[in-house]
């Protein structure tokens, strides 16, 4: 469960990464707060807004089974613990 939480952290810091490379590659500071405009933090917290919710639908739509497969969840057969599958 971790592993989705931190990709999605990841993806919403893409941008703010992306652009504090532009900052270090044009030499500017990338610590002077003159570098960081309230507008365009704001625009990079709706770009990676975006990613977030584009990446979470597209989790929701290529993951998974089949449209038309059937979920047989865990039982005990014969004693023994058959996990579940999707068939």
Not at 56 to 82: C, D, R, T
């Amino acid at each position: 469960m971790i592993r989705p939480a931190l990709t999605e952290i990841g993806i919403f810091l893409l941008p703010f990464a992306v652009y504090a490379l532009f900052l270090i590659a044009t030499r500017s500071g990338i610590f002077v707060q003159t570098s960081w405009p309230i507008q365009l933090v704001a625009k990079l917290a709706l770009g990676s807004l975006f990613l977030v919710f584009l990446s979470l639908v597209m989790l929701a739509q290529f993951s998974g089974g089949a449209p038309n497969s059937a979920y047989i969840p865990a039982h005990i057969e014969n004693g023994k613990f058959v996990p579940g599958v999707e068939k």
